[in-house]
């Protein structure tokens, strides 16, 4: 089975005929202030409004009911992550309030780190699990960093999950076959600039992903 891309941090339409036009399975695009990818509810409407036959997905971190209610009116979504800190409890009430599927992104530096994973497999529906984010960082996610993928080497988790973090497409086959990941999720890795995506790379980087020849669990 080939492997699912994510292409994340899209912020024009151009970036998402190329992504779409490479195979990717899953949009994502940032509803967080703080990032050089962030959208607002109207831009992320118009980007995607074209956009069918693909996951399309909502990036958020620690939003409140509000936010939540102001992008969910205005752009159909069909998965919603969360990259801050939320609970289980938060997870949970997302998910039964508004009624989509969620992906609660755990940070991971240590193989230590993957044990904040056991608490959401109730409440969530996938899990990503990407680098924990520099010292000094003002965002949680998009900041090249990568982990040891090797930590997810034999890891037995019953939800889906996505790899992130620090991946490009020189070294994503590679992150597949050591890490075993049946999805990947890529944002500044696809960019010539932060939040300006580059269609060759995207291109490049969705043709090694699907290329790849890792193992299936």
Partial sequence: MSVEVKICGLTDG??????????????????????????????????LQFADDVTKVGLFVDADDALLDSVLGTVRLDLLQFHGSETPERIERVRLEFGLPVMKVIPVSTAADL??????????????????????????????????????QGFQCPLPWMLAGGLDPANVAEAIRISGAGAVDVSSGVESAPGVKDPERIAEFIRAAKGSAASRR
Avoid: C, H, M
Avoid at 23 to 42: E, K, N
Avoid at 135 to 143: E, I, L, S, V
């Fill in 14 to 47: 151009d970036a998402v005929d190329a992504a779409l036009q490479a195979g990717a399975d899953y949009l994502g695009l940032v509803f967080f202030a703080r990032s050089p990818r962030a959208v607002t509810p109207d831009q992320a409407a118009e980007i």
């Fill in 115 to 152: 044990e904040a994973a056991t608490a959401f497999l109730p409440v969530a529906d996938r899990l990503l699990f990407d680098a924990k984010p520099p010292p000094g960082a003002d965002r949680p996610g998009g900041n090249a960093a990568r982990f040891d993928w090797s930590i997810l």
